[in-house]
């Protein structure tokens, strides 16, 4: 068992999607022709945030996380992804910012979390996402996408990133972290109080969000 399982504490539950449920047609996404952008490499039939269900933004229930690369030198990347509710965080080893790796690896890592978490993911513009209809039809979760240049639109990630730079400085090479050490700087990240979360730590409040 890797450090992500360890810092999840229980993997029981299974989420049902109560409000696609009642949706009239029962369909997993909705296409806006005001956010399909373009080909080649480009994201094509990205869903806005602006689509995004009431019941994430208010935070009611766990599994809906936002995601980003933070960028090193010698074009060297990590992902990052955070649960909006809880701020749990999962670090992602990704080879190059290729939709491919990006992706892939994104699945490898999510696909370990339990079934309730795994809702949505709010990614910003970049095409490292492009792919996006491969991890939605990987991994079951709805994918949003932000505003160009609207990083407030994930603030709950922007917010962790800056907490994560204690770990990754700026400038720094991030090409030679394994995963396994990312679990480790992850597990440490989900046990520190947080005051927002009155300090609980991450993995306590997502073990109540549990329950």
């Known amino acids: 068992m890797n450090n992500l399982q360890k810092s999840l504490y229980i993997t029981r539950g299974l989420f049902n999607k109560k409000m696609r449920n009642h949706l009239r047609t029962k369909r997993k996404f909705r296409h806006s022709k005001h956010h399909k952008v373009g080909t080649g490499g480009q994201i094509v039939d990205g869903v806005s945030i602006h689509e995004r269900p009431a019941t994430i933004e208010g935070r009611s229930e766990p599994g809906h996380w936002e995601g980003d690369l933070i960028v090193g030198s010698k074009n060297s990347h990590i992902a990052t992804v955070v649960e909006r509710k809880t701020r749990f965080t999962v670090l992602v080893k990704v080879e190059s910012k290729s939709t491919q790796s990006v992706v892939s690896r994104l699945y490898e890592q999510m696909s370990q979390l339990p079934n309730s978490l795994k ?93």
Not at 159 to 170: A, C, E
Not at 184 to 209: H, Y
Request: charged share 25%; glycine share 6%.
């Open 119 to 211: 809702q949505s993911l709010t990614w910003d513009r970049g095409t490292e996402l492009a792919s996006h209809k491969n991890f939605s039809l990987a991994t079951g979760m709805d994918v949003y996408f932000c505003d160009p240049s609207s990083p407030w639109q994930r603030g709950t990630n922007e917010n962790t990133s800056g907490l994560l730079r204690q770990y990754f400085p700026k400038r720094s090479c991030l090409s030679g972290y394994s995963q396994h050490e990312l679990d480790n700087t992850a597990l440490e990240l989900n046990s520190r109080p947080r005051k927002i979360l009155k300090f609980l730590t991450p993995a306590e409040k997502l073990e109540r969000a549990l329950q």
